[in-house]
């Protein structure tokens, strides 16, 4: 069954009427497609661990469309409500306490005293959620472990044969290419637990204020503080080299900038641009079977996203 539909006025509805009998869907956000449901609706969440074959344990991003929903379901204190004043709609999570009255499922926040609250700004989620009049509850539309997909026919070949998720909302390849940055708030100080679309730098620059690398990722696995800290994750099921520059003969290279020659993450050098070709290009010659070398991507910027995912991939 073909499950990708272009977005348009009569596919949102479809999505919404599925979102509300307790289905899943894939939707595009602006850093990479996302699986949602209901997040009011205990089985429909259920649902998303249970095709994902994620963890129980590894919390769910919940999806609004207004600040005021946003403070409807976490406890927004004074930093944060700064820091997502000036950065939502875009690529940031807040970690929060979860508010006790909520509707939310708590299967979402997977136990946990806290929860993970995005606002995306792309207009087909937000739309959803407006149509819906709920949170959506979604993490990225892959398999656990697997490369995360930013483009609608990736996301269908994971999941094609997935009853629960019968529709793909197809908003053509994403612009930013890795997830959300998340971060969260310890002992008064900003913790970044994962490095994305909005950089370090940027957010520092923003805030005025110094932002502090997550714990490393042993103690968080032990903790479970932020289980997508886990050192394993976002993985192609073929070889994967990185840092390199002289391929062996059975490697495709990805390149990096103008001295490599294509495929090519950016032929100018731009990491905004290698960000957003980097899963589709390792999904790319995943689905050719070929062995994977990488180019050195400069650690600086969007880059520091590029290298975590690549450092987990190899791991
Ligand atoms: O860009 C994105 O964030 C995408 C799109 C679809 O929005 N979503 C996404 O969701 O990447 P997911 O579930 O694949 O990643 C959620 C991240 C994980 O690293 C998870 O461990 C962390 O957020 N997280 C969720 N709830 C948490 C919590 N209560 N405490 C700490 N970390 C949490
Ligand atoms: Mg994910």
Same mark, same amino acid.
């Given at each position: 069954?073909?499950?990708?539909?272009?977005?348009?006025?009569?596919?949102?509805?479809?999505?919404? !009427?599925?979102?509300?009998?307790?289905?899943?869907?894939?939707?595009?956000?602006?850093? /990479?497609?996302?699986?949602?449901? %209901?997040?009011?609706?205990?089985?429909? /969440?259920?649902?998303?661990?249970?095709?994902?074959?994620?963890?129980?344990?590894?919390? @769910?991003?919940?999806?609004?469309?207004?600040? =005021?929903?946003?403070?409807?379901?976490?406890?927004? %204190?004074?930093?944060? +409500?700064?820091?997502?004043? =000036?950065?939502?709609?875009?690529? +940031?999570?807040?970690? +929060?306490?979860?508010? %006790?009255?909520?509707?939310?499922?708590?299967?979402?926040?997977?136990?946990? !005293?806290?929860?993970?609250?995005?606002?995306?700004?792309?207009?087909?989620? +937000?739309?959803?959620?407006?149509?819906?009049?709920?949170?959506?509850?979604?993490?990225?539309?892959?398999?656990?472990?697997?490369?995360?997909?930013?483009?609608?026919?990736?996301?269908?070949?994971?999941?094609?044969?997935? #009853? #629960?998720?019968?529709?793909?909302?197809?908003?053509?390849?994403?612009?930013?290419? /890795?997830?959300?940055?998340?971060?969260?708030? /310890?002992?008064?100080?900003?913790?970044? $637990?994962?490095?994305?679309?909005?950089?370090? !730098?940027?957010? !520092?620059?923003?805030?005025?204020?110094?932002? $502090? &690398?997550?714990?490393?990722?042993?103690?968080?696995?032990?903790?479970?503080?932020?289980?997508?800290?886990?050192?394993?994750?976002?993985?192609?099921?073929?070889?994967?080299?990185?840092?390199?520059?002289?391929?062996?003969? %059975? *490697?495709? @290279?990805?390149?990096?900038? *103008?001295?490599?020659?294509?495929?090519?993450?950016?032929?100018?050098?731009?990491?905004?641009?290698?960000?957003?070709?980097?899963?589709?290009?390792?999904?790319? $010659? &995943?689905?050719?079977?070929?062995?994977?070398?990488?180019?050195?991507?400069?650690?600086?910027?969007?880059?520091?996203?590029?290298?975590?995912?690549?450092?987990?991939?190899?791991?």
């Amino acid at each position: 069954m073909k499950k990708i539909k272009k977005i348009n006025n009569k596919t949102i509805n479809e999505a919404v !009427e599925l979102l509300q009998k307790g289905k899943l869907i894939g939707f595009p956000t602006e850093t /990479v497609y996302g699986l949602g449901a %209901d997040a009011t609706n205990k089985e429909a /969440v259920l649902k998303i661990y249970k095709n994902k074959n994620r963890p129980k344990s590894n919390p @769910l991003i919940v999806h609004v469309a207004t600040l =005021d929903q946003a403070r409807s379901i976490g406890i927004f %204190d004074e930093k944060i +409500l700064k820091i997502v004043k =000036d950065f939502w709609p875009g690529p +940031l999570t807040v970690v +929060l306490k979860r508010k %006790d009255n909520s509707k939310i499922c708590k299967e979402l926040c997977a136990g946990k !005293e806290n929860i993970a609250i995005r606002i995306s700004n792309n207009k087909t989620i +937000l739309s959803l959620i407006k149509k819906l009049g709920k949170p959506v509850a979604a993490p990225s539309a892959n398999k656990f472990g697997m490369l995360s997909p930013t483009s609608a026919a990736h996301v269908e070949k994971q999941f094609l044969y997935n #009853d #629960d998720i019968p529709l793909i909302l197809d908003g053509g390849k994403t612009s930013i290419g /890795v997830e959300s940055t998340v971060i969260g708030l /310890v002992n008064n100080n900003i913790i970044i $637990y994962r490095h994305g679309g909005i950089t370090k !730098e940027i957010l !520092e620059k923003k805030i005025n204020e110094k932002i $502090y &690398e997550k714990l490393n990722a042993k103690a968080s696995e032990k903790s479970n503080l932020s289980p997508g800290m886990l050192k394993k994750h976002y993985s192609p099921t073929v070889p994967l080299r990185i840092n390199i520059t002289n391929p062996k003969k %059975d *490697e495709v @290279l990805i390149g990096f900038g *103008e001295n490599f020659k294509e495929p090519n993450l950016s032929k100018s050098g731009n990491l905004e641009e290698a960000a957003s070709n980097l899963f589709y290009l390792l999904e790319k $010659y &995943e689905a050719k079977g070929s062995k994977i070398a990488i180019a050195p991507i400069p650690n600086i910027g969007i880059g520091v996203a590029i290298n975590d995912r690549l450092n987990r991939a190899i791991k």
